[in-house]
């Protein structure tokens, strides 16, 4: 026979510290989702600014080559 306890649901001391345990492994693998994605994008945007970098440096190249033609 259910107890007056049971029917009103009320959960005992290590039913909620094992909830909160288990809320907190979840929240803790879905913010290590989300640094692993973010690692992702970061190392993609530094590729692409190693590119933009190395451009720039050839344009520089470029640059200082026309000048020194000019300046003869």
Do not use: C, W
């Not at 290590?14 to 909830?19: C, D, T």
């Not at 992702?40 to 640059?63: A, H």
């Amino acid at each position: 026979m259910p107890s007056y306890h049971d029917s009103l649901q009320v959960m005992t001391t290590e039913e909620v510290l094992k909830k909160n345990i288990y809320d907190l492994q979840e929240q803790l693998t879905t913010a290590n989702k989300r640094i692993v994605s973010l690692m992702g994008t970061v190392q993609s945007l530094n590729k692409k600014l190693d590119n933009v970098k190395f451009t720039l440096d050839g344009i520089d190249i470029y640059i200082n080559d026309v000048k020194g033609l000019l300046n003869d």
